[in-house]
């Protein structure tokens, strides 16, 4: 038999693959990684403070404290992401050190560098990371990010960026495939992106990794909204924890995102789940504030 | 999901999704995909399928489990979730993330007999492994450490891996046959 393989690209995207069709959410503690588990969440994603609280409290937002993502990693036996600043080659090494499952590069925390992403090729662990188009999805992945979500605006409850996002993306796929061979070295040159991977979503007519969509999911339907838009599943931030009754709201999620397009089952799910996050509309947010914009 | 249904229509097999009791009372065969095998357990009480999943198996549907699947098809799991049920079927005890975590998981080749002379390479990610068989499961595959990775038992089949991910299909050809020889 021949030796094995860690980290390898098939690997790191296979793990996103078997996250389809589920939630992840957003913890800062045991106590919420616990009750999403029990809610049905495939996948945590630890951070310092979930996005709404980043916006409130302001200051910078960094990668969670060890002990906290150890604790978190003891008390759940899904997949544990935890959240990198953009950039912060450092803080991806400990995360790596910790052995967490997934690294987000994620521009909900402040970017610690302005200009380069990190370089996702020198770790085993796979990275996850946003996008608000479909060529910033491929530099991303030809940094060898593992699987993309699409940004949204984090931390608001306003789903409207995150459709702004999914809709841009999935329709510069679509666009992608209805052009010449001739004319993908051009379209290469305006996503900037490389041609390589720019022919390869022409002809398959998608990422070649996994598109999860993010920020301002906050309700059953928004989460069954997103899938019917062409997200692979649903990352859900601040909603769940900033909510009246998270215990209710994270099942109605998983429950709306797994039925998505029966109507009838989300209506279910969206019965009594008391307040859902007090939401901040996105235009009502001057532009330095508007976190989708981190990142390039 | 999606390279089990294009693997098993390379194949020929006419193939659709099971969500509901109704669909799976549209099909000969059922494939059990990878996933998380917690959240899978959950939506299958949830939506009311379970129940439905155990008759058929108990009435000898061929069903094919890979990674999460495998641990869905065991009577007994360990490191479940508390509360995890599974469906059962194998007289076997499955463990769950029995490798670590996403930085232990692993790409190799697996010598395979009963499948051939050529080995298949296998995709474990976040894999399960199983730690006890009875007497009626057939081992199809271990690991160089001995721990076993591939079973079957009447029309059950199992692996810990997923050969859908490196456009492996013989496990697939496989399960058809015990569809095509059971319907």
Redesign the interface.
Not at chain 2, 100 to 111: C, I, K, N, R, W
């Given at each position: 038999?021949?030796?094995?393989?860690?980290?390898?690209s098939?690997?790191?995207r296979?793990?996103a693959?078997?996250?389809?069709?589920?939630v992840i959410m957003d913890v800062v503690n045991a106590e919420q990684a616990r009750i999403a588990?029990?809610a049905?969440?495939?996948?945590v994603m630890a951070l310092e403070r979930v996005p709404a609280d980043i916006r409130a409290q302001g200051g910078v937002a960094r990668m969670s404290d060890p002990d906290l993502i150890e604790q978190i990693m003891a008390e759940?036996?899904?997949?544990v992401m935890a959240k990198a600043r953009i950039g912060h080659f450092v803080e991806a090494q400990v995360l790596?050190s910790l052995?967490?499952?997934?690294i987000d590069e994620s521009e909900v925390l402040s970017p610690a560098d302005y200009v380069n992403h990190i370089d996702k090729w020198d770790y085993?662990?796979?990275f996850v990371c946003g996008a608000t188009n479909l060529g910033e999805a491929l530099r991303r992945i030809t940094e060898g990010a593992a699987m993309i979500r699409s940004k949204g605006e984090a931390g608001t409850g306003d789903v409207s960026e995150a459709t702004k996002h999914i809709r841009t993306i999935t329709g510069e796929i679509n666009r992608l495939r209805s052009l010449t061979k001739d004319e993908l070295y051009v379209a290469a040159k305006e996503l900037q992106a490389p041609y390589e991977l720019v022919r390869e979503v022409a002809e398959t007519g998608k990422l070649p990794v996994v598109l999860f969509t993010a920020g301002g999911v906050a309700t059953p339907a928004d989460a069954a909204m997103m899938m019917q838009l062409g997200a692979d599943g649903v990352f859900v931030g601040s909603g769940v924890f900033k909510s009246g009754n998270p215990e209710a709201r994270a099942k109605a999620i998983?429950?709306a995102t797994?039925?998505y397009t029966d109507a009838a089952v989300i209506a279910d799910a969206s019965r009594g789940l008391g307040e859902a996050m007090v939401g901040i509309n996105v235009a009502d947010l001057p532009a330095p504030h508007r976190l989708a914009e981190r990142g390039w | 999901?999606r390279?089990h249904v294009a693997s098993l229509r390379e194949l020929g097999a006419d193939v659709r999704e099971v969500?509901s009791v109704a669909d799976l009372e549209q099909v000969a065969g059922l494939v059990i995909p990878?996933?998380?095998s917690?959240?899978i357990d959950?939506?299958s009480r949830?939506?009311g399928v379970r129940d439905a999943i155990r008759e058929r198996i108990a009435a000898g549907m061929p069903v094919y489990g890979t990674?999460?699947g495998l641990i869905l098809l065991a009577d007994e799991l360990v490191?479940?979730?508390?509360g995890q049920q599974t469906f059962g079927g194998f007289d076997a005890t499955v463990r769950?993330?029995a490798f670590?975590?996403?930085?232990?998981?692993?790409?190799?080749?697996?010598?395979i007999p009963a499948l051939g002379e050529h080995?298949v390479h296998a995709?474990?990610?976040?894999a399960p492994v199983v730690e006890r068989v009875g007497p009626d499961v057939e081992v199809l595959a271990r690991l160089?450490d001995g721990r076993i990775v591939a079973i079957a038992q009447g029309a059950l089949l199992g692996t810990s891996f997923?050969p859908e991910?490196?456009g492996e299909q013989r496990f697939h050809e496989r399960f058809l046959q015990t569809v095509r020889a059971t319907s």
């Open positions: 038999m021949s030796t094995s393989e860690t980290g390898s098939r690997v790191k296979g793990l693959e078997m996250l389809k069709g589920g588990e029990d049905g969440a495939v996948a759940v036996s899904i997949p790596e052995g967490v499952d997934y085993t662990v796979p998983v429950r797994a039925a | 999901m390279e969500r990878g996933g998380e917690s959240v959950k939506l949830i939506f990674c999460a490191d479940g979730i508390d769950r993330n670590g975590t996403q930085s232990d998981s692993f790409e190799t080749d697996l010598a080995p995709v474990f990610i976040r160089d997923h991910v490196s």
